[in-house]
């Protein structure tokens, strides 16, 4: 089994915008885990005739895995995720 070796040069700029990032992506995620547990699961309003329009409210579930998505480009992201024992946060979405 081979790993890779990340090096780390604390005192550089660029590796602290790359942690600044990473906890980003962590904190946006970790905000739309939660409002999947709030998030209606239908949606709708009333028309003109007063019949009830709904539908389906699948927009916390696609932010959801764009963020996830997100997180999974950034190889920072994944080694704090990893490190935390957080990666049950990037499991897929099933309606």
């Known amino acids: 089994m081979t ?24 904190a946006k995620l970790e905000a739309r885990h939660r409002d999947l547990k709030t998030a209606r699961a239908y949606v709708g309003y009333l028309n003109a ?10 927009e916390p579930y696609d932010r959801m895995a764009a963020t996830q998505e997100a997180v ?9 995720l990893e490190a935390t024992g957080r990666t049950d946060l990037l499991k897929s979405i099933i309606f």
């Open 3 to 26: 790993q890779e070796i990340i090096s780390v040069d604390g005192g550089s700029k660029a590796y602290w915008a790359e942690l600044r990032l990473a906890y980003d992506l962590i």
């Open 72 to 80: 999974k480009e950034v190889p920072r992201a994944l080694s704090v």
């Open 49 to 58: 005739d007063g019949d009830e329009v709904v539908w389906e409210n699948t």
